[in-house]
Each structure stands twice: as C-alpha cells, then as structure tokens.
C-alpha cells in the first residue's frame, strides 16, 4: 500500500467522525472550528515532524490528515 493511498483515507475518515459525532452547539469555535480541533491538528503536525521513530512519524502524519479532514467537515456543517 501506498502512504499516499492511506493519506486519502484517513482525511476521508475525518469527515465521517465530524458527521457521525457532531460537536454541541455551545462549543467554542475559532473561525468556525471547533477549539479543540485546532490543537490536536497543532499536535500531531508537531510530533509528525519531530518523530525520530518512523512507525511514530507515519502514525503522526496520517492522524494529521484525518484530524484535518475532520477540520474541514466541522467548518461546514457549522456554517450550515
């Protein structure tokens, strides 16, 4: 398999948990995300770039990708 292949699924899994577990409504949000996505995107960019374990490094950017995909998919439901 392909990093580039599972980088596409876990952004597309992100969206899913968006959907499947929404945020409440009184939730703090920054430009329309949820607060606390924010720093788990922060985090695992952080420890993707500074791993020196490359099972970690892999774990950390794929875990990048769908904390970002989740982003996304939160960004539009809240402006619905």
Do not use: C, D
């Not at 990093?3 to 596409?8: G, I, P, S, V």
């Not at 899994?13 to 939730?27: D, F, K």
Request: hydrophobic share 40%.
């Amino acid at each position: 398999m392909k990093l580039r292949y599972l980088e596409q699924y876990y952004y597309g899994e992100g969206p899913m948990g968006a959907r499947v577990l929404p945020v409440p409504p009184s939730t703090i949000r920054w430009l329309g995300i949820p607060r606390h996505r924010h720093r788990g995107f922060v985090e695992h960019l952080f420890r993707w770039w500074n791993s020196l374990n490359p099972r970690a490094r892999a774990f950390h950017r794929l875990s990048s990708w769908r904390v970002l995909g989740n982003i996304f998919e939160a960004w539009k439901l809240g402006r619905q």
